[in-house]
């Protein structure tokens, strides 16, 4: 798959709307029936297929982000119904009417885009966009969509449905948000009045609700997580940094300990690291990059100079004689995070230095 959208068409009037998609829509493969072959389908890029487009869903449906079909809602119930999973994995599914009248939301709204998806084809076609997702229709946080701009991560997704719930039929909501950023309400509307907002989650323990939001890198302790997450769901916001440092040659084994130790010991999740930060000399160190490679954590890297512009009150003639930096980790967890002061300033442990730092709302 070389791009995330695939326009599938079965009849003439819809191969002319899918050669308009495929100008329109950026990242679009088209498919149609060889016998409305134009001639210039191999210039375009169009596949033109033989016999029925049955046999080439399934693989299609696998393939690709998102599937356009150019035809009615019930026949593309029927071509994906025996292929679906669940809605974490299967792709956006749209259908556009032979006319073009109107452009329909079937499946994965949110986690797969098809909501998304459906309002840009609309705007492609000038068409009508057809929505019914409850959260969408009115205006409302959509619960599993809720800080994925933002990279947050929910921990517990199996509360995702009954929080919903609550939401769509304005129950009383805690939103309890201890770090991240605080801009995800998506309307221009004020919040409404069913949900309430907590900086912390001592504030809120004490109040009744429905269903709760809880947006924190802390790890809940047992009454937090009875009190709020029977019927909640917890977001790992991406604001943790960790600065390391470590011996040449050290092995990613012993770097992830100490990384995962740290967070432990401090409460923190795992979930919640944003990225690594460390010197430029150590960006090809091949222990550090199978940690990062193993936990999808990104690599930022930093000169001598500019960690030696961020002050320490235990400046390492060591560290220096080495790489020409007074420290590394923290600094380095510093400058990556916009921090004015650390979590953890320092941790040695074996090979391996570990300094942690929050990210702060304009980093």
Same mark, same amino acid.
């Given at each position: 798959m070389s791009k995330p959208y695939a326009v599938v068409a079965i009849t003439k009037h819809g191969v002319e709307i899918a050669r308009r998609l495929q100008a329109g829509l950026a990242g679009t493969d088209v498919y149609y029936p060889a016998q409305f072959a134009r001639g210039?389908?191999?210039?375009? %890029? !169009?596949?033109?297929?033989?016999?029925? +487009?049955?046999?080439?869903? =399934?693989? $299609?449906?696998?393939?690709?982000?998102?599937?356009? %079909? !150019?035809?009615?809602?019930?026949?593309? +119930?029927?071509?994906?119904? =025996?292929? $679906?999973?669940?809605?974490?994995?299967?792709?956006?599914?749209?259908?556009?009417?032979?006319?073009?009248?109107?452009?329909?939301?079937?499946?994965?709204?949110?986690?797969?885009?098809?909501?998304?998806?459906?309002?840009?084809v609309a705007r492609c076609l000038g068409a009508e966009p057809v929505i019914t997702t409850a959260s969408d229709v009115s205006e409302t946080l959509a619960v599993d969509l809720l800080g994925r701009e933002f990279s947050w991560e929910i921990e517990n997704f199996e509360k995702v449905t009954a929080v919903s719930a609550a939401v769509v039929n304005e129950q009383q909501v805690q939103i309890v948000q201890e770090a991240g950023e605080r801009n995800w309400w998506p309307y221009s509307k004020p919040l409404p009045p069913w949900f309430c907002v907590y900086s912390s989650t001592q504030a809120a323990m004490h109040d009744p609700f429905d269903a709760a939001l809880v947006i924190t890198p802390r790890l809940l302790t047992l009454p937090e997580q009875e009190h709020l997450l029977t019927n909640g769901v917890l977001y790992r916001p991406k604001v943790i940094v960790l600065g390391v440092g470590c011996n040449r040659g050290t092995?990613?084994?012993?770097?992830?300990?100490?990384?995962?130790?740290?967070?432990?010991?401090?409460?923190?999740?795992?979930?919640?690291?944003?990225?690594?930060?460390?010197?430029?000399?150590?960006?090809?160190?091949?222990?550090?990059?199978?940690?990062?490679?193993?936990?999808?954590?990104?690599?930022?890297?930093?000169?001598?100079?500019?960690?030696?512009?961020?002050?320490?009150?235990?400046?390492?003639?060591?560290?220096?004689?080495?790489?020409?930096a007074w420290g590394v980790c923290e600094p380095a967890a510093r400058l990556s995070s916009g921090a004015k002061d650390w979590v953890l300033e320092k941790v040695k442990s074996g090979n391996v230095t570990v300094s942690v730092c929050m990210v702060t709302a304009d980093a």
């Open positions: 210039d389908e191999t210039a375009l %890029g !169009i596949y033109a297929y033989d016999g029925s +487009v049955t046999q080439y869903i =399934p693989e $299609l449906f696998v393939r690709y982000d998102g599937l356009i %079909g !150019i035809f009615s809602l019930g026949a593309m +119930v029927r071509l994906v119904a =025996p292929l $679906l999973k669940d809605k974490k994995t299967d792709p956006a599914v749209v259908v556009i009417d032979d006319r073009a009248q109107h452009v329909i939301s079937v499946l994965s709204g949110h986690l797969g885009g098809a909501n998304q998806l459906t309002q840009q092995k990613a084994e012993e770097i992830e300990s100490v990384l995962v130790q740290t967070l432990r010991d401090l409460r923190l999740s795992e979930r919640s690291v944003r990225n690594l930060a460390t010197i430029d000399v150590k960006q090809d160190e091949p222990g550090l990059l199978e940690v990062c490679e193993r936990r999808a954590w990104p690599l930022v890297t930093y000169t001598a100079a500019e960690l030696n512009q961020v002050s320490l009150a235990q400046p390492s003639e060591t560290v220096y004689r080495y790489v020409g």
